[in-house]
Every structure is written in C-alpha cells, then in structure tokens.
C-alpha cells in the first residue's frame, strides 16, 4: 500500500489510476489479439466444412 501512495505522490493521481487500469487489462487485450489472429483459420475452417449449396 506504501508503493502506491509514494506513486501517488511522485507522478500524480490520474497517472497512478492511469497505469493501474492498463497493467489489470493486459490480460484481456492479450486474449483479444490471439481471438482476433485466429479468425482467418476458424473461417477456413467454416468454409471447409460447409456443404456446397447448388441452385436448382
């Protein structure tokens, strides 16, 4: 609790809320970018899966 409020003190409160935000969002916005590369393979695989659909 110390570190945060000598933190708070040194660069100020918005940057200290600022950097707390980020560093407890990482994780999701990690996630995020490996949902989204992986969406071109899971379309292929849609693709590949689907049964070809002729018109009459």
């Keep these: 609790m110390e570190v945060w409020i000598s933190m ?15 560093h407890r969002i990482e994780g999701k916005i990690d996630e995020l970018i490996q949902s989204v590369q992986l ?10 899966e689907e049964p070809i659909k002729r018109e009459a």
């Design 39 to 48: 969406i071109p393979h899971h379309q292929e695989t849609i693709r590949s």
């Design 8 to 22: 708070v003190k040194d660069v100020g409160f918005p940057a200290v809320v600022t950097f707390f935000l980020l």
